[in-house]
Each structure stands twice: as C-alpha cells, then as structure tokens.
C-alpha cells in the first residue's frame, strides 16, 4: 500500500462516515441514543466506538495521543459526535501528511486488550483504523433501518462513482 492508496481509504471512511452523519440528523435526540440491537446497542454507541477506536490506533501509531477509549456519555448529541469526529478526522489527515513511504513497514507495538504486548506495522494498523468502520457502518445501517429510516449507500463503489462523476448502476 502506498501513502495515496492510504489517502484514498481514509477519504472513503472520511465520504462514508459523513453520509451517515447526514442520515443521523433526521433521527430525534432519543433515536440517536436508543438502545436497539447489536454489540454497541445504539447508533450513537456504535458510531462512538468507531470514532475511539480510529483516534486509539492513530495514536498507537505516533499520532495525536488519545487517551482512555471515548465515552458514548459523552456524545450525548449528533453534534457533539460530529464535532468529536471532524476533530479526530483532522488528526488523521495531519498523520497521513507527514508519513514518508518507509514509515509505512515500520514495526509499532501496542498491547491489546488484555495487556499483551504486539507488534505490527504501520501500515497495517493505518488500514484497519480506516477500514475498521467498515464492519460498523453496515450495523449501524441496519441500526437506522429499525429505528425507521433508509440510509444512502456507502459502499466504496459508490464513492469511487462519486469521486469520478459516473453513476455506480
């Protein structure tokens, strides 16, 4: 993978991430918050450990330091969310603009969650903090579909189409 390549995923998480920050405005506050299905239980705690977990890895990895993981408490509205996220997308931008190609397979250990030591390369733990949201935006896609609402497509086809002003069908 190259530093553009790893530009474009994180454009693609930036792209995707924002289409459902679109659909999140149309919830109620109590929609936003409410318990419906999943590891994460709502779109708010989902969406809030995506955000903490791509600050986590970006900061493992020599970015701006996170601190403990984020709490959903503490996004108590999609505003605050956003403004949390736009924050750490920044983050990340500022990350990607300094690494050099050679950062890329430089090794970075981390302990995992139950304090053993690993070890991996940069440009692997990159990929997963963009391409992590992945998983999580599909639950909470069907997270919203419960609550009563019809999401636009995220997928990356879609976004390529975008990105090239061609329709994806």
């Known amino acids: 993978m190259t530093i553009q390549d790893m530009e474009t995923l994180y454009d693609y998480d930036n792209w995707a991430n924002n289409r459902l920050f679109q659909e999140f405005s149309r919830l109620t506050p109590e929609q936003f918050t409410q318990p419906v299905a999943g590891n994460a239980g709502s779109v708010r705690d989902t969406m809030v450990h995506v955000l903490s977990a791509k600050w986590g890895w970006l900061s493992r ?3 701006q330091e996170r601190g403990p993981a984020l709490r959903p ?8 969310l956003r403004e949390a996220y736009s924050q750490v997308e920044g983050y990340a931008r ?6 050099q ?3 890329l397979a430089r090794p970075v250990e981390f302990a995992n969650p139950q304090g053993e030591k690993r070890s991996m390369l940069l440009g692997e733990l990159m990929q997963h903090a ?3 949201a992945v998983h999580h935006r599909g639950q909470v ?9 019809t999401p636009d497509d995220f997928d990356i086809l879609f976004y390529y189409a975008e990105r090239h002003g061609v329709s994806a069908w």
Do not use: Q
């Not at 500022?94 to 690494?99: D, I, N, T, V």
């Not at 896609?141 to 609402?149: C, E, F, K, P, V």
């Open 130 to 132: 963009a391409n992590h």
């Open 141 to 149: 896609a069907l997270l919203l579909r419960w609550l009563g609402h």
């Open 61 to 63: 990895c020599g970015g």
């Open 94 to 99: 500022a990350f990607l603009s300094k690494l």
């Open 73 to 80: 408490a503490d996004y108590p509205t999609v505003e605050s």
């Open 101 to 103: 190609v050679d950062d």
